[in-house]
Nanobody, 127 residues
Framework: QVQLVESGGGLVQAGGSLRLSCAAS????????MGWFRQAPGKEREFVAA????????YYADSVKGRFSISRANAKNTVYLQMNSLKPEDTAVYYC????????????????????WGQGTQVTVSS
């Protein structure tokens, strides 16, 4: 099991930027593929972005492609989500999630395949 703590959320105007961070502890971070998901009020949790254990592969939801960027620093046990050109519809609680993959380069866009989750950080984009 890995413990995850998100930070960096807040209130921003439309068109602005935020960078979310997720610090991991407890297990070997480089054995985990990482993902970001979000949940808006009254909606189901949805996939945002994912990154492989090495950082060599990344995937994005169509709604954020070209605006968001996921990256990781294995030496710091941290994954990031850089969010640019934010829109009011990006308002949600953002969750970091970890999926143990060992030495595989696989990743996933499916929430149920991630076993460990952070507590979430609120992102609010005003119009």
């Amino acid at each position: 099991q890995v413990q995850l703590v998100e930070s960096g959320g807040g209130l921003v105007q439309a068109g602005g930027s935020l960078r979310l961070s997720c610090a991991a502890s407890g297990r070997t971070f480089s054995n985990y593929a990482m993902g970001w998901f979000r949940q808006a009020p009254g909606k189901e949790r949805e996939f945002v972005a994912a990154i492989s254990r090495s950082g060599g592969s990344t995937y994005y939801a169509d709604s954020v492609k070209g605006r968001f960027s996921i990256s990781r620093a294995n030496a710091k046990n941290t994954v990031y989500l850089q969010m640019n050109s934010l829109k009011p519809e990006d308002t949600a609680v953002y969750y970091c999630a970890a999926r143990w993959v060992g030495y595989s380069s696989s990743t996933s866009q499916v929430a149920r395949e991630y076993a460990d989750w952070g507590q979430g950080t609120q992102v609010t984009v005003s119009s």
